[in-house]
């Protein structure tokens, strides 16, 4: 989760992928604003609001999941050796259907698996997980139903009021006034690493948004890059996530382009929707 529709990411019900949100980042610069002017280096160390957008939710969801599982159920048989996997959709039709705002219906294959963790890391990285009720909307959307219950608790208990103050929203999550809060995950790939018929493991290389954007903000959107490894089961007819890790990177080098205007930032995030991914 890193804490990502769009969130992505992850972290989701709170509006991630499909949620008619959009990922995207106008070029163009603002004078005298606090996002314009060329892009700072890459620094190696972030700061709590990038954790927070990529990484959070997913710490506690990995907590819990990996409790009392193993790792070896699904990682050896099945594994295919690394090469060159297309970017374009294969034609298979990747999703039946909808949860909400969540595409749920997948093929029981590796295609439908890669759908599956795709959309669900761009669910768990979506701003809708900063509000206790959407968040659980989408946990009991994206997870097997046994791990469920405990998520959702540990993840309340990390999204406190504190945190959310540090991040710069208020106690219920919301943005100050004037200002947007954005937290998005937009997945650039995805690879299964294990396969089985009831069991998958792919992971999801993305690169996220979070911050807010406004005059006033202290916290501008930043960008991230992460890689989501899934652990996905197939249950009541659909890929869910067992357990799942974060790692960060792969990062490239920042562009040359230069940084929008707050007032570009929140105009691309009210004006640009999402997708369902497909393998």
Known sequence: M???????????????????????RLPGAGEGDGYGGPRRPVRPSRSLIGVVGVVVLLIAA????????????????????????PTSATGTRPVEGKSGDIPTGYAQDEQGAQSAAANYAVALGSDGMFT??????????????????????DLDSAYSEGFLANVGLTADGKAPEGQTFVSRT???????????????????????????????????????????TEKLKWVDNDWKIESSTQSEGPTPINGDNRASSADEIAGAVAGYGGFTYAR
């Open 186 to 228: 937009m997945p650039v790939g995805t690879k299964v690493t294990a396969a089985g018929t009831d069991a998958m493991t792919v992971e999801v290389w993305c690169t996220g948004l979070v911050g807010l954007a406004g005059q006033d903000s202290t916290k501008p959107v930043t960008t991230t890059w992460f890689t989501i």
């Open 2 to 24: 890193s804490l990502g529709d769009e969130h992505g990411g992850g972290r989701t019900s709170d509006g991630f992928g499909g949620s008619g949100q959009t990922r995207t």
């Open 62 to 85: 990995i907590a819990f999941a990996n409790q009392g599982s193993g790792d070896g159920g699904d990682a050896a048989d099945g594994a295919k050796p690394p090469g060159t996997n």
């Open 132 to 153: 206790s009720t959407s968040r659980r909307t989408i946990i009991e959307t994206t997870h097997v139903p046994t791990v469920v219950p405990g998520l959702v608790s």
